[in-house]
Each structure stands twice: as structure tokens, then as C-alpha cells.
């Protein structure tokens, strides 16, 4: 499997963004996947995730409310809508993909393949 993780920019505060990560060799809906980001000098944090099969979704404590994540089989892809977005948002995202579903999705560890990151930045 290989990700690609797109759609970072340079937003002011409030403004919204979405980023979206195309998977190849590898179905979406039959993988764990998840979002993950790393701000200069801080540890990689977990974002979102997506369970595979029907997709229960779980958001991380400082996004809840303002990011969602959403898949689509078809395109074999899955997305990050983020809204309102704040200063402390700007870091580099990840898209990432698990094979096992009895590991954590919380876990950067528990990620297997992982796609370049692409960057956010939030400022007036």
C-alpha cells in the first residue's frame, strides 16, 4: 500500500481546509486508516481515525468539534475537513494505514505504512 496525503496551504484563523490522502495498491475500506500530525518540535498527535468496513470514526480530544473524517470506496480515498481552523493547528499532516484492527488507532505505532505529510499553516 502507498498513501498520498494532499491539500495543505497556508489559511488564516477561522478559515476551513480539507485535506484528502488517495491510497494505491491497498483498499481504504478494508484498512484502518488515520490521520496524524507533527508541529515543529512536538510529538507526532493523533487527529483522526477510520475503522475499516463501516467506519466508525473516533477524533482526537483537540479537534473534536471541528475535524471530520469521511472516506469515499469509490475513489479509494479518505479526507480531513477541518473547520475553524486555529494557530495551534499548523503542522505537518499525516495520512497513515493500518493492517490489524485489534491495535490501538490512537497509536502512531500502530501504523504501518504511512503516506509524505503535508503542511498546514495557520496564521493572520
Known amino acids: 500500500v502507498q498513501l498520498q496525503a494532499f491539500g495543505g496551504g497556508s489559511v488564516q484563523p477561522g478559515d476551513s481546509l480539507r485535506l484528502s490522502c488517495i491510497a494505491s495498491?491497498?483498499?481504504?475500506?478494508?484498512?484502518?486508516m488515520g490521520w496524524f500530525r507533527q508541529a515543529a518540535g512536538k510529538e507526532r498527535e493523533f487527529v483522526a481515525a477510520m475503522r475499516r468496513g463501516l467506519g466508525s470514526i473516533y477524533i482526537g480530544d483537540s479537534v473534536r468539534g471541528r475535524f471530520a473524517m469521511s472516506r469515499d470506496n469509490r475513489k479509494n480515498m479518505v479526507f480531513l475537513q477541518m473547520n475553524s481552523l486555529k494557530p495551534e493547528d499548523a503542522a505537518v499532516y499525516y495520512c497513515?494505514?493500518?493492517?490489524?484492527?485489534?491495535?490501538?488507532?490512537?497509536?502512531?505505532?500502530?501504523?504501518?505504512?504511512w503516506g509524505q505529510g503535508t503542511e498546514v499553516t495557520v496564521s493572520s
Open positions: 497513515a494505514s493500518k493492517s490489524r484492527d485489534d491495535i490501538s488507532a490512537y497509536e502512531s505505532d500502530s501504523y504501518e505504512i
Open positions: 495498491g491497498g483498499t481504504v475500506r478494508a484498512l484502518d
